[in-house]
């Protein structure tokens, strides 16, 4: 009896460390292939709209929505988002190498279709303690910070007819991701 107990417990031991593992990595694996597939047509810091092919391999589907895609890496400064949004709902997520949703707004809470938003890298501790703080104000736009370099902006439109998903597609098109000119 004391055998079975020891081989559930052994069992079970081996099962909660296979699980935790899943949950922390996976997630990262599957962002990191995300980014990787957005990354691939343009580049990074580089606006993608999706269709076809893209939609099928970055696992959104099509369906009644349009999306938009910009991977980004901030090992090189600040990334600036122009946004000039179709007139119909949307919404604007920006993840984390980790698949975190480091900050969403749709177009309810932004109240405009055309606004800026500029991500950047958080700064340590350390360096917010000892800076200067009016040093990182910026005076027009949304200022995102995330603690990691890597990540992926997502843009979902709704399309209700199927007749206006091209012009949906061509109002997300008008939006730019790129860094910011020092």
Known sequence: MMRFVYWVIVTAFIAGLVHVGLVLVRPRAEMAGRIEVAAASKGMNALV???GEAERVLGY???????AFCPFDLSGGKLVFDALMPSTLWTLT?????GQSVYSVNSRQAGVDNFQISVRKA????????????AGTINDGWQVETSENKGLIVVWAEVPEDYQRASIEKDLARSSCALASK
Do not use: K, N
Request: charged letters at 20%; proline letters at 7%; zero cysteines.
């Open 61 to 67: 589907r099509a369906g009644d929505a349009a999306y």
């Open 49 to 51: 709209v999706a269709t």
């Open 123 to 134: 700064p340590d501790l350390l360096t917010q303690l000892t800076a200067d703080p009016e």
């Open 94 to 98: 920006i993840y984390s190498a980790r």
